[in-house]
């Protein structure tokens, strides 16, 4: 009898570790779809996030309109329309701004900002792509993209460059840029 009540009870936990199993899955399958959850995590083969669009909508579900900016480059001006993130809005609050980009892994430039800005809501990282205008939150830096670039933990996309741009920044070591509103 002790045998029967011992295999017994090996077949109730297998089975609940099967249902727990099969739980799990039936959930890890399943997307919440309210709108105040976060979007669930997409990985490569390389295990590295997917790059979400960085071209942002004229306006949001919210009903929010994005922003729209000027970017003077070595005296050329330049129109970005910024996302509707937390860390976006951040930096629209910051502006006028009047920074030097630098040249950084002969992919980017950078420059340090005042203060840092929000990360709200960001996601982990991202993989940035020509032309992405992003904000670098380890470093509390504002990065523009005139390469390709592997995944960077702390990256939060802001907006897009356009190309003529992305052909001015990498011209030079060093570039004088004004941020401000667009009229």
Same mark, same amino acid.
């Given at each position: ?72 480059? $070595? =005296? ?5 329309? #910024?996302? /509707? @993130? &937390? !860390?976006?809005?951040?930096? %629209? ?59 960077? $933990? =702390? ?5 897009? #460059?356009? /190309? @003529? &741009? !992305?052909?001015?920044?990498? %011209? ?12």
């Amino acid at each position: 009898m002790a045998t029967f009540a011992w295999v017994g009870v090996g077949s109730v936990l297998a089975r609940a570790a099967a249902t727990a199993a099969l739980l799990l899955t039936a959930t890890a399958c399943t997307q919440d779809s309210s709108p105040s959850s976060a979007p669930p995590e997409q990985t490569t083969a390389s295990s590295a996030p997917e790059r979400a669009a960085t071209a942002p909508a004229p306006s949001t579900a919210s009903g929010r309109n994005a922003m729209n900016i000027r970017i003077t480059i $070595d =005296g050329t001006p330049v129109e970005v329309t #910024l996302n /509707d @993130s &937390a !860390t976006a809005r951040d930096l %629209a609050d910051q502006l006028p701004l009047e920074l030097t980009l630098t040249d950084f892994h002969q992919a980017e430039k950078i420059a340090d900002l005042s203060r840092p800005l929000s990360t709200s809501g960001a996601p982990q990282g991202a993989d940035p792509r020509v032309g992405d205008l992003a904000y670098y939150a380890p470093w509390g830096q504002l990065v523009t993209y005139y390469r390709d670039a592997p995944y960077a $933990d =702390g990256l939060i996309i802001l907006g897009h #460059l356009p /190309d @003529s &741009a !992305t052909e001015q920044l990498a %011209a030079a070591d060093e570039v004088p840029v004004t941020i401000e509103p667009a009229s």
